[in-house]
Every structure is written in structure tokens, then in C-alpha cells.
């Protein structure tokens, strides 16, 4: 009998480390040189990138891959967006959000992304996207993390029965408690949204992650709340606040009070660079706000901070392809990481800083994980952000799910080689 059921060779894991992965049942086994071992199968990787797979801390898979039904967003902001997804939920049918949704995993897998936060609606009475993304957590299980947050959208004060309806999807089952402050009607509301939203997390002893300061306004500062209501509540290392795109624009004065308190609180922060850069600074004439909340200064007060998708073709937003390579790409250009170091953190951003976001178990390259990984057409981590390659194969949970051919370019050139394949390596 084989001592592996699979075994990885040769591959470059993202700290630089050259080692085989052998795998047995849905674990990884042993790291390190396994030359003269026998395996099921074994994956050559020699030269490229093995990395743990790549996570979505935020995205909402109720309304992905909606697209100009019944119509596209004119103006591009977030608020046409809510009134356009609006009118979508009202016609959409439980069947079509499954499908809808079993798509867009299907994207992530053949990417390697394998563990998604999604968002859902929780303002209608009928919460058909409940009821559709909680059969999809269970149908996608076997090689998808799905963690589900229960999202107020139109307001947990704002809309008269999202209060009964986000209770009722989390005794359903929904894992995260969201929420919407600064959608809310007024400041205050806002703040006891946060407040309240909190409380129902501790009680149920439940994560907490909010849309917060979605705005290009400095002066929304629910993220002090949820700050403080995490401290107050004993919830650190457990919330997360999305977006926080007014920062971007508050004062620098204000900020350097708020930075050791979101510190202090344990909040982590997830800013969705494709989303905000889109969606923010829609108001302004020139100088344009940029609307992506201060990653780097974040960073140096170690908050964690990870890149978040949030949407691909629907009312927000019109591209995307599940590559969160392209989230990180974004994001290192807006956020301005271009050191060496910062470049290659992006990539820890999308793998590992989001793996902690979600509270992951057992994700890792090491003895004892899942044996959930991704080869990438890449040398290292950032050639990865540069080239966002094809994903050789994606093994989820101790199983190849997804293989890609390797696919050079062939050049008809005289005197040029006859095969380009843009890597490159400093030196060479
Ligand atoms: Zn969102």
C-alpha cells in the first residue's frame, strides 16, 4: 500500500521553502523531502508555486453573477446599487440564487479560492437568500468553506423588519451577525445598530462583521463604535468592519486617535480595493478621492488587514473572475505597497491574514492541515500578484479539484524564442 494518496514534489512553498506535500485522506501528512516515497498520484510542481488556497473575506454570493437584470447601475454608486439589487430580490427566485451561487463556486474552485465570507440579505420576509445560501454552504462543503453573514442591508433600524428577520437567519443558521451603520437614517441610529448588532453577537457568541463607513464622508465614524463596543463587549479578535472607506477622508488628527483604538479592540479590517476604487469619489470633481481606507498605516499599528472581493458581476460591480489575485493586485497598486516586503504581504492577504479573518481551522502548509492548496504557473508570491497565472491544479480537502494545462504563448518570430512565458527573476 502506498505510504501517500497523493504527493506534491518539488513545489516553492510562498516562504521560499522547496518541499514535497504528501497528502493522506483530507490531511497533509508530511512536509519536507519525501524522495523514494510511493503515493495514489503524484503532481509534479518543480518550479512553481505551491501556496494554501486563496480566501474571500468578503463577497455577496446572493447577488453575484446578476448582471444587468433587470437593469445595469447608471450612475456607478453604491446607493443605485441598493435600489437596483432592490428590484432584483424582489423577482428572484430561491432556484435561481442557488444557481446563481453554485456558479460562482464553481469560478472560485477552478481559482484555487476556497474558503468564501459571503454576506445575505437579511431584509425580506421571505429570506429566500437564506434559505438558498444555506443549501449551498452544505452542497459546496466538501470543498468550499462557506461562512455566511446576516446582513441588514436596507438598515437593521432603517428597514421595520430586519430586526425579526436577521434573528430568525441566525437561529437558522447564518454563522456571522453584519450590519449597515452608516445606511441607518441618522448618526444615532447608526451608532445603536452597531450597539445592538454587537450584543446579539456576544450573546450568541457569534463573529461580528459590519459594512461600516462605506462612505466618502469623514464624518462616519461608526468604526469608533464598533471599537468600542467590541472592547466593551469583550469580543476582540472576533470583529471585523468592512470597507471603512471613510477613512480615507477623515482627519489625520482624528485618525491618530482611532488607530490605537481599533488596535486595542482587536478589530480587523477589510478593505475590497476593485469594489471601493469604483464605487467611491463618485461625488467629487477633481482631486478625486481615491476611497480606499489607509491600509499601510493600519498595518503599522498591527491591525490585520485583508483584501476582500466583495462582488463580481452583479449591481455594484460589472467585471471580476473569483481571482483574488486580482483583488491583490488592485490593492498593492491603490494602497501604494510596492516594497518588496508590502508587495509580498498582498499575498498574505489574500491567503493567510484572511484565513485568521474567518477563524479558519487547520489551514496552513503544515503537518496535521487540511490538505487544501493551489499550484500556481509562478515562481513566488509576487510574480503570482504580477502574473495572476493560471492554477495548475487546486487540491481541496485532499482532493484534486481543478487541473489547467500549462499554456506558453508560441512566438513566430525570427531570431526570438518560439515560447514566452513572462516569468522573470531579478538577474535573469
Ligand atoms: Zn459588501
Known amino acids: 500500500m502506498a505510504e501517500f494518496d497523493l504527493i506534491v514534489t518539488g513545489g516553492t512553498l510562498p516562504d521560499g ?71 432584483l430580490k424582489a ?42 445560501l444555506l443549501h449551498v454552504r452544505e452542497r459546496v462543503k466538501p470543498y468550499l ?27 437558522m443558521g447564518v454563522d456571522v451577525v453584519g450590519g449597515i451603520p452608516h445606511f441607518e437614517r441618522t448618526m444615532e441610529d447608526g451608532r445603536a445598530s452597531v450597539r445592538a448588532l454587537c450584543e446579539i ?21 461608526h468604526v469608533e463604535t464598533l471599537a468600542y463596543e467590541t472592547q466593551r463587549l469583550g469580543l476582540q479578535g472576533r470583529v471585523a468592519g468592512s470597507h471603512l472607506t471613510s477613512m480615507h477622508s477623515m482627519d489625520n488628527y482624528y485618525v491618530s486617535k482611532l488607530l490605537p483604538l ?45 483584501w476582500g472581493q466583495d462582488c463580481v458581476r452583479d449591481p455594484w460591480y460589472s467585471l471580476g473572475t473569483a481571482d483574488m489575485l486580482d483583488v491583490a493586485f488592485m490593492g498593492l497598486h491603490v494602497a501604494q505597497m510596492t516594497s518588496p ?10 491567503t493567510v491574514e484572511n484565513a485568521a479573518i474567518l477563524h479558519l481551522p487547520d489551514y496552513g502548509l503544515h503537518e496535521g492541515a487540511l490538505a487544501s492548496l493551489v499550484i500556481l504557473d509562478a515562481g513566488d508570491p509576487v510574480e503570482a500578484i504580477r502574473l495572476r497565472p493560471d492554477r495548475l ?18 512566438l513566430s518570430l525570427d531570431g526570438r524564442p518560439a515560447r514566452v512565458r513572462r516569468r522573470h527573476r531579478a538577474g535573469e
Request: charged share 25%.
Open 17 to 87: 521553502r522547496v518541499a514535497d506535500i504528501g497528502i493522506r485522506g483530507d490531511r497533509i501528512a508530511a512536509v519536507g523531502d519525501l524522495g523514494g516515497s510511493t503515493a495514489g498520484r503524484v503532481i509534479d510542481a518543480t518550479g512553481d508555486l505551491v501556496s494554501p488556497p486563496f480566501v474571500d473575506p468578503h463577497f455577496h454570493l446572493d447577488a453575484t453573477l446578476s448582471y444587468g437584470t433587470p437593469r445595469i447601475n447608471a450612475s456607478g454608486t453604491l446607493l443605485e446599487g441598493i435600489a437596483l439589487w432592490g428590484e
Open 91 to 132: 423577482q428572484t427566485t430561491v432556484d435561481e440564487m442557488v444557481d446563481r451561487a453554485l456558479a460562482y463556486c464553481d469560478w472560485a474552485v477552478s481559482m484555487g479560492l476556497l474558503a468564501i465570507r459571503s454576506h445575505v440579505d437579511t431584509c425580506d420576509d421571505t429570506l429566500k437568500g437564506v434559505e438558498a
Open 393 to 410: 491544479a487546486v487540491i481541496a480537502k485532499g482532493r484534486v479539484v481543478a487541473e489547467k494545462a500549462r499554456n506558453d504563448s508560441h
Open 145 to 171: 468553506d462557506l461562512q455566511l453573514v446576516a446582513f441588514p442591508q436596507d438598515g437593521f433600524f432603517r428597514d421595520p423588519t430586519a430586526r425579526a428577520n436577521t434573528l430568525r437567519a441566525l437561529d
Open 201 to 221: 453577537a456576544a450573546d450568541r457568541g457569534l463573529l461580528v462583521d459590519m459594512h461600516c463607513d462605506e462612505t466618502d464622508d469623514p464624518l462616519s465614524r
Open 341 to 350: 516586503e508590502e508587495m509580498r504581504r498582498c499575498f498574505d492577504m489574500v
Open 262 to 306: 481599533m488596535a486595542e479592540a482587536g478589530l480587523a479590517a477589510i478593505p475590497n480595493p476593485l469594489i471601493n476604487i469604483v464605487l467611491q469619489g463618485r461625488h467629487d470633481s477633481y482631486p478625486k478621492r481615491r476611497g480606499l481606507t489607509r491600509v499601510k498605516e493600519m498595518q503599522a499599528h498591527g491591525i490585520r488587514v485583508g
